[in-house]
């Protein structure tokens, strides 16, 4: 008899392959989860003990595993929850998985969410390490200090802190996907959900693009932050979540610039330069 978690993890990713095919995600991706569903599932040992002992690479070796996926379960067997589906369902609350960490209260998430532009567990880390949660005014090294012990135990990364991060995507491949994820939003050729906040209604009206490019994945939606909210720009900015070959997800941020040489252009949040110069290279 299966492992109760396991079947558990298995009904997850079903349902994470079932949003991804009603969203027309790519067969093969969704054809991906089915298979590593029917794995788990089927596997005799609880992936709750492969992966304290392993960790991700003994999640990887399952079969039919790959990288990507064996992040997903880490999550669900960690936190219980796939923000990834949370996110297609239009349930992801960033604020919540924030709060989650001990010494980041309410006020400490939102400015975490709105100046970094932090989402996940995984984001949070990565700016533990890098020096952008020291800008935040009242995260001292103490306060850090714990940060980074809590998400490495949580993550699963006692030994090997941070994952090497791959190359960026071209700034021409995100604003290519920027591209298509907004003139496909406006002929209404998307899915629609209906996010959990500011949505007091229900009303489904967040289209959500899957796209790719070369061997990164893409999900695309219009974001739905209290920032964006505030600034009137949610038929404006466009969160792009990108998996890269290794199956690691990042997330990047598409605007109109409204000031500046590139004013009226549409532009990557925080790689500005690149963007210059590409419009320069294109019209040389």
């Not at 349902?15 to 991804?20: D, F, T």
């Not at 209290?226 to 404006?236: E, I, P, S, V």
């Not at 070959?245 to 610039?257: K, L, P, R, S």
């Amino acid at each position: 008899m299966a492992d109760p978690l396991n079947r558990e993890v298995a009904d997850r990713l079903e349902e994470a392959a079932r949003l991804l095919r009603d969203q027309g995600a790519d067969p093969y991706r969704v054809s991906a989860y089915v298979r590593a569903a029917e794995s788990v599932r089927n596997w005799p040992q609880p992936v709750k003990d492969v992966f304290r002992e392993r960790g991700l690479e003994g999640l990887e070796d399952l079969p039919r595993v790959g990288p990507g996926i064996a992040r997903a379960i880490r999550e669900l067997v960690v936190r219980g929850r796939l923000p990834m589906a949370d996110r297609l369902r239009g349930e992801l609350d960033p604020l919540t998985v924030l709060r989650s960490v001990p010494g980041i209260g309410r006020r400490y998430a939102e400015r975490l969410h709105d100046e970094l532009g932090i989402n996940t567990l995984e984001d949070l880390e990565a700016a533990a390490h890098d020096g952008r949660l020291a800008t935040i005014a009242g995260f001292g090294e103490k306060r850090l200090a714990g940060i980074r012990d809590s998400l490495a135990h949580r993550l699963g990364r006692v030994r090997t802190r941070v994952e090497p991060a791959g190359p960026a995507p071209p700034v021409d491949e995100l604003l290519d996907v920027d591209r298509e994820y907004r003139e496909k939003a406006a002929a209404g050729k998307l899915r629609l959900i209906a996010p959990r906040r500011f949505n007091p209604t229900g009303e489904a009206w967040l289209p959500v693009l899957h796209a790719q490019r070369g061997g990164r994945r893409y999900t695309a939606l219009y974001s739905n932050t209290a920032r964006a909210h505030r600034a009137g720009r949610t038929r404006d900015w466009v969160v792009l979540y990108g998996e890269d070959e290794a199956g690691v997800e990042h997330q990047y941020t598409v605007i109109t610039a409204n000031r500046g040489p590139m004013r009226g252009r549409r532009i990557v949040a925080g790689r500005e330069r690149e963007c210059a110069a590409a419009v320069s290279s294109s019209a040389a």
